[in-house]
Structures are given as structure tokens and as C-alpha cells.
């Protein structure tokens, strides 16, 4: 395996201290066949399961990556990186999240004994912040927003090995293996539709990975913020509008560095983008409380999202997946 450009193909090792080609193009993986994910290091991860859910008149799948060691879909990202990189003898890494990544990254770390430092926003939840050092990470806090701390990290990296969610393509292929999960569950069988809450995209990146090497493709439909919706706005040709802050704290990236490859994807997959407002991510999240499911906001999103596309009713043997992304005791 190693990067290659995606622009002008220059090929990377997988150790490489760049972040991006020195052309300025951002990494992509290249995996032989016969190329195999190590997987020394484990937190007991699982396959998680498919839950039917009724919301009304529409009958929709939670996938309940909540379930997940650290309680979020980024420990399979988080899984595969590490792995690789304590594979070749990586001992110091920095990386910058809005949180999940960073409890992930930092779960792992500590299992694979690197140190680990996590660059956030200042305005992180506590229980957040509160996780990612319970596993030893040391935290940064950068005022100004999630788009800050990618900054700051890039500039104070030092001889730290870049393990970001976003720029390191390991995380997405940690990613792949979820699509398989998912079409096994239903029977050998591709759902008609994925809604997931979309920031950064590394979701929707892993997944169609995934249906690509399975050969069939579901509908992806992103689910943003009313307030931050800059992959709506691309996809929909809108006007930019001001970003503000919402309770969706993951999706709340104002600048996506793959949004190129998002639009792609979204064209690949007959796919949509939707928004919804804060007011119907806090209904959602209570109507999941109220049927056994404990989601953090970020997730009811994606349910919100749902309930508006389908707002006219849905076909019946339409089978619509839903990734409950992170536990509600993340916020």
C-alpha cells in the first residue's frame, strides 16, 4: 500500500510526514489485492447491528455504529490507521478533531503505546474533552472554530506523524468494511438509500469505497445544518451563506478539504443534499431517546434529514439505512 497524489499521481509512502503532494493535491490510497489491513491492535470492535425503527410512515435501518468501543463510527477509521502506522513503528502523532476522531485516535493510541496530542476547538463539550484525556492524549484547545484547529495543528507538528481523519486515506479504508456489513445484513442486498450527517466526509468517502468494490450503489443523501452547509450550497449551486454555530458540533465544518470528491460521490450515487434545523435535530433525538436510543445530535441529524426527504412518503420495499454515528453521551 502507499499515497499517491490525486492530482498528479506522485506516489507517497505511507510514513510520509506530508500531508499533501508537494503539487498541493490531497492523498489517496493505493491497495493491491493481495495487500492486507494489519490488525494487531484492538478495543473489540464489532459488526454492529441493523435496528428497524418506524417514525411515522417511514420505516428506516439504524446502524449502530454508537456501539463502537469509543462510541462512534470513527473507531473503524481509527482502527485501520493505527494499526498501519504502529505497523511501521510510528510513535508520535498530532491530529485535529471536533471530537469523536479525537477519542477514537486517542483510544487507539493508547492501545498501540503512541503518544497522541488532539488539537480542538475551545468550545468542545466537556465530556468530549473529558474522554480524549482519560485515554492520556494530551489536548490543545484553539480558539476561533474547528477550521483554526486544523491550522494550528499543521503548524506545530514538529517531528508528530499527521494522523488526520480527513487528510490520511488509512481512515477512510477503515471505512470500507461497513458497506459489507451493511449489504450482508440485508440479505446479499444494497439498500435503496444512506442518510448520514456529512462535515468532513469521511463517512461517505469510506462507504461508497465500500459499494464500489461490491458493484452496487445506494443513494447517499448528506444531511447538513441549516447553519453550515457548505456541501448543499456546492451541491445545490447556491449561494454561500454565513456560517453560524449549531448543535450538530461534528458536522460543523465550514471549509470540507474533499468537498471536490463529496460532489463526486453525490453524482456517482444519484445522491442529495438536505439541511435541517436545529429545532428538528433536537425533536429527532428525542423521538430515538424515546424508542431505546441514546444518539448524540450529531446523528438525530441524519434521522431529521430522512423525515424531510420522505416528507411525501416513501416506497414501501425502499430500504433506507440510517448510521447512528455517535453515543449521546457525547453530547
Known amino acids: 500500500m502507499y499515497f499517491y497524489c490525486e492530482k498528479c499521481k506522485k506516489p507517497y509512502p505511507l510514513n510520509t510526514h506530508s500531508y499533501v503532494c508537494e503539487c498541493g493535491g490531497m492523498f489517496r490510497l493505493h491497495k493491491d489485492p493481495m495487500d492486507e489491513v494489519h490488525q494487531e491492535i484492538t478495543l473489540g470492535e464489532i459488526e454492529t447491528p441493523l435496528l428497524p425503527l418506524k417514525v411515522g410512515k417511514l420505516d428506516v435501518l439504524l446502524k449502530l455504529e454508537n456501539l463502537q468501543p469509543t462510541g ?13 502506522i504502529h505497523h511501521l513503528g510510528i510513535k508520535k502523532i498530532a491530529l485535529d478533531s471536533a471530537g469523536n476522531a479525537g477519542a477514537s485516535m486517542a483510544a487507539y493510541a493508547a ?16 465530556e468530549m474533552s473529558k474522554q480524549i484525556e482519560a485515554y492520556g492524549a494530551k489536548i490543545v484547545k484553539v480558539p476561533n472554530g474547528r477550521m ?8 506545530e507538528l514538529g517531528d508528530a506523524y499527521y494522523a488526520s481523519h480527513v487528510y490520511n486515506p488509512l481512515f477512510f479504508e477503515g471505512m470500507r468494511p461497513m458497506a459489507k456489513e451493511i449489504y450482508k445484513q440485508l440479505g446479499n442486498k444494497v439498500p435503496e438509500y444512506i442518510f448520514m450527517p456529512v462535515g468532513n466526509g469521511t463517512m461517505m468517502i469510506g462507504l461508497y469505497l465500500g459499494f464500489m468494490e461490491l458493484g452496487r450503489l445506494p443513494h447517499f443523501v448528506a444531511v447538513q445544518s441549516s447553519k453550515c452547509a457548505p456541501l448543499y450550497e456546492a451541491f445545490k449551486v447556491v449561494d454561500e451563506q454565513p456560517k453560524k454555530t ?39 433525538k428525542k423521538y430515538l431517546g424515546s424508542k431505546g436510543v441514546y444518539a448524540e445530535l450529531t446523528s438525530a441529524a441524519a434521522l431529521a434529514g430522512a423525515e424531510k426527504f420522505f416528507a411525501a412518503g416513501k416506497p414501501d420495499n425502499y430500504k433506507v439505512v440510517i448510521p447512528i454515528t455517535g453515543s449521546g453521551l457525547k453530547r
Open 111 to 126: 492501545a498501540a503505546g503512541i503518544e497522541c496530542t488532539v488539537y480542538v476547538p475551545d468550545d468542545i463539550s466537556p
Open 148 to 155: 483554526s484547529t486544523c491550522s494550528a495543528v499543521k503548524q
Open 246 to 284: 449549531t448543535i450538530a458540533h461534528a458536522i460543523r465544518i465550514e471549509r470540507p478539504k474533499r468537498i471536490t470528491t463529496l460532489l463526486e460521490i453525490l453524482k456517482q450515487t444519484g445522491g442529495d443534499v438536505v439541511t435541517v434545523e436545529d429545532a428538528e435535530i433536537l425533536k429527532a
Open 72 to 84: 462512534s463510527f470513527k473507531d473503524r477509521g481509527a482502527h485501520t490507521l493505527i494499526n498501519e
